[in-house]
């Protein structure tokens, strides 16, 4: 969590590989994904599901044919068996029935969503979301919020969310890292509802909307 222009999405861009880091390494269970050859990094990345700020939905392929593609490019299975996960996956985000529904004909909520399923199709043990909350109305991100948590204790994956939206951060984190625009590195890990009235002024003016320490800033404050 942060600020714009903090470095949340570049650090994300780091631990899914479509950045390679100066300096240091990425490592997933002790393996390091930064060192890894070619065909064991390849191997990694099956293990993640990665929801872009936009949803990053082919146009031209309906929901199913979306959800469908990476399990028709890493697995056996039968166009016929590719259909039916692909439903599964689509009914898991609320959208059963809207298989055969393109990008277009559907809402940006709904987008988020297919998205998401697209992300699951895999089984990723780690789910990672780049401001999921991106031009939500203020209803659709919080039925957002609420799916992401159903998903994590249903699937029991780990879930990666970078984001600036208070109202996320509280209701989806157990632990966060604070990323400092000015001092450029992490300067805060723990519970965003303890960090909250932490001894970091910068991390509590962040959590609470900049108001000034002496108030307290509270939860519903920054609701």
Known sequence: MGGSGCGKSTLLNHLIGLLEPAKGEILYDGTSFTKAAADQREAMLRRLGVLFQSGALWSSMTLA???????????????????????????????????????????????KRAGLARAMALDPEYLFFDEPSAGLDPISSRLLDELILELRDSLGATIVVVTHELASIFAIANTSVFLDVEARTITARGDPKELLHSGNDAVRRFLSRGAPSETGGTHEQAR
């Open 65 to 111: 044919e979306n959800v469908g593609l990476s399990l028709q490019q890493y697995t056996d299975l039968s166009p016929s068996q590719i259909r039916e996960v692909a439903s599964l996956k689509l009914a898991l985000v609320g959208l059963n029935g809207f298989e055969d529904y393109y990008p277009n004909e559907i809402s940006g909520g709904m987008q």
